[in-house]
């Protein structure tokens, strides 16, 4: 058990000291939120370019779910991708 939860939350851990440790000042935060803002959507151009291009999807119920660049062909794919979209609206 003690492995599984290392495996899981190991890198939100890292992420939690490194922002604990790096962000002093509001300025701080908005830099912070601005790249967040920024990554999310270098990533979401990127894969709407290439689900355009006809990848990185998955045919379930009938109709094309984008899955992202980086996720594998699974079951949940699309969720997953749903999911990380709307994680960044509050920042976007």
């Given at each position: 058990?003690?492995?599984?939860?290392?495996?899981?939350?190991?890198?939100?851990?890292?992420f939690?000291?490194?922002?604990?440790?790096?962000?002093?000042?509001?300025?701080?935060?908005?830099?912070?939120?601005?790249?967040?803002?920024?990554?999310?959507?270098?990533?979401?151009s990127h894969t709407l370019l290439d689900f355009l291009r006809g990848c990185c999807y998955v045919y379930q119920q009938g109709m094309k779910r984008n899955i992202g660049i980086w996720s594998s062909r699974g079951i949940g794919a699309a969720n997953g991708f749903g999911s990380v979209s709307l994680f960044g609206i509050p920042f976007a």
């Open positions: 058990m003690p492995q599984w939860w290392l495996a899981t939350y190991r890198k939100f851990f890292v939690y000291l490194l922002a604990l440790c790096t962000i002093r000042t509001v300025g701080d935060v908005l830099r912070v939120a601005l790249g967040f803002a920024v990554n999310l959507l270098l990533y979401q």
